[in-house]
């Protein structure tokens, strides 16, 4: 078992920034992968960004790059997204998830375990 818990959501300026992050906890995390993901009202839920735990490889939905970064901090079992220059379509609840290496980092299916979600609210 893996629990994901977020933080660090909440509301912004369009233009402005912010840097979520996800705690991770229960089994080894080695053989893991670690991904966002954003479901914006009346949306599907749309992948943003993943990094692969032991390595550090990271992959961005081609939306996001050059405005998100993802990372993660072995010691602290915590993995980050930071957000600039966030538009008002970057409003969404973003997801923390979990799964093996091996999958498809952008599927939804790829990911076994979910964090509750935070609220991103990006004003114009």
């Known amino acids: 078992q893996v629990q994901l818990i977020e933080s660090g959501g909440g509301l912004v300026q369009a233009g402005g920034s912010l840097r979520l992050s996800c705690a991770a906890s229960?089994?080894?995390?080695?053989?893991?992968?670690m991904g966002w993901f954003r479901q914006a009202p009346g949306k599907e839920r749309e992948f943003v960004a993943a990094v692969s735990w032991n390595a550090g490889y990271t992959y961005y939905a081609d939306s996001m790059k050059g405005r998100f970064t993802i990372s993660r901090d072995k010691a602290k079992s915590t993995v980050y997204l930071q957000m600039n220059s966030l538009k008002s379509e970057d409003t969404a609840v973003y997801y923390c998830?979990?799964?093996?290496?091996?999958?498809?980092?952008?599927?939804?299916?790829?990911?076994?375990?979910w964090g509750q979600g935070t609220q991103v609210t990006v004003s114009s």
């Open positions: 998830a979990c799964g093996p290496s091996s999958s498809v980092y952008s599927e939804i299916g790829s990911y076994e375990y």
């Open positions: 229960g089994r080894t995390f080695f053989t893991l992968r």
